[in-house]
């Protein structure tokens, strides 16, 4: 819901370059609950230090979130060292207060909106709809700077939005109680106009025109605000993801990067061969995020081609078989394959921490561990 940070990955080569953006909650140390302290600790943060030029932190639609986007990077050990400041960096500035990486908020706390007049017109606009919506994401940006060839990209990854979800769950606990869902926030999300799997576009301008559309039906406050789960950056040569709940550590925000780029890299092959475009039914597709979001990996996922019940670590198994060549050539396969292998969902983990206020101190903790990306 925030602004896109000037950080998040400008593009040198095609296909290469990568920034993410992750949203945090700004907890009590005591009680685990949401505080609406970020003007303080973003005006903290923006003295300390920072490692790119580039980098940003930033707020988001309500008071109790923070927002750090990289600078430009090209590999995902350099994107490791920028993830991992950014979030030591929030850290101290939060002082008393804990830097928490979950989806949702999972104990109560305070809200309240950030001052200005996009986030007043988005509060004015969708109600009770944002009124507790402190929902944090990880979004991925990889460089793709020609607007057709982004477009491209876009129709091509659809199938594989889901199963990104499946890895990223991290928000199954709201305010003290286990909703059964792995990633709460998705179904917030999905709460909004145009949300979810982008249909097919036929051109670049087919994607103005249709954002164009919802602006002017008065679902979007402005063409930068569309909701689906991938689409072209509306301010950066990029293409976004979306589709991620917010990394319990920086390990599971680098899988991310690394899955997503190895996406736009095998969608820009397939787009140059003429290989055409996946067909996805939307209420399939619709059906294959609820999936994802309800069971993340510990259970059943819906195939979004072929309209059918598959175990989820499958999907993973075929998602990293249709990127390899490209895992292959970022030389990013080996790190892939090594967090994979040891990948425990921020859910799971929620649920294994126990009582609420054991989830909050255990997410505190996991956000400062270090990345793997050797």
């Known amino acids: 819901m925030g602004r896109v940070g000037a950080g998040a990955a400008a593009c040198d080569g095609v296909g290469w370059s990568l920034g993410v953006e992750e949203e945090f909650l700004l907890v009590d140390r005591g009680s685990g609950g949401t505080v609406a302290d970020a003007e303080r600790v973003l005006r903290d943060a923006g003295r300390a230090p920072g490692i790119a030029v580039d980098a940003t ?20 050990a350099g994107l490791a060292h920028q993830l991992r400041h950014n979030r030591r960096r929030l850290a101290a500035a939060a002082g008393e207060l804990l830097l928490v990486p979950s989806g949702v908020p999972v104990i109560a706390g305070q809200r309240r909106f950030t001052v200005g007049e996009r986030f007043e017109r988005i509060a004015g606009r969708y109600a009770g709809l944002v009124r507790e919506y402190q929902a944090c994401g990880c979004h991925v940006h990889v460089g793709v700077p020609d607007p057709e060839a982004a477009v491209a990209v876009v129709n091509h990854v659809r199938p594989w939005l889901p199963t990104l979800l499946a890895l990223s769950v991290n928000s199954p606990v709201l305010h003290g109680a286990d909703t059964g869902y792995a990633s709460w926030r998705m179904v917030e999300q999905s709460r909004f106009p145009g949300s979810g799997v982008p249909p097919r576009f036929s051109s670049a301008r087919d994607y103005a025109a249709r954002v164009g559309r919802l602006v002017a039906a008065g679902a979007l406050i ?6 689906w789960l991938v689409r072209p950056s509306p301010r950066l040569p990029t293409v976004e993801f979306r589709v991620a709940d917010v990394s319990i550590d920086v390990d599971g925000a680098l899988l991310q990067a690394a899955l997503s780029r190895a996406l736009v890299r095998t969608a820009l092959a397939d787009a140059a061969a003429g290989r055409p475009v ?6 399939v597709a619709a059906a294959a995020v609820w999936s994802a979001a309800r069971y993340g990996l510990d259970g059943p996922a819906v195939h979004p081609l072929l309209a059918r019940r598959v175990p989820a670590v499958a999907l993973v198994g075929d998602l990293v078989e249709t990127v390899r060549p490209a895992l292959i050539e970022t030389g990013d396969l080996t790190t892939v ?11 799971e983990r929620q ?18 561990q270090d990345g793997d990306a050797g």
């Open 278 to 283: 996946p067909e996805l039914d939307e209420q």
């Open 57 to 76: 932190v930033q707020p988001e639609l309500l008071a109790t979130q923070v927002e750090a986007a990289t600078g430009r990077c090209s590999t995902l």
């Open 351 to 368: 649920r294994a921490a126990g009582a609420p206020t054991e989830i909050v101190k255990m997410l505190a903790e996991a956000a400062l």
């Open 222 to 227: 402005d063409p930068a605000q569309s909701f």
């Open 337 to 347: 394959e090594r967090l994979l292998k040891t990948l425990v969902t921020g859910a």
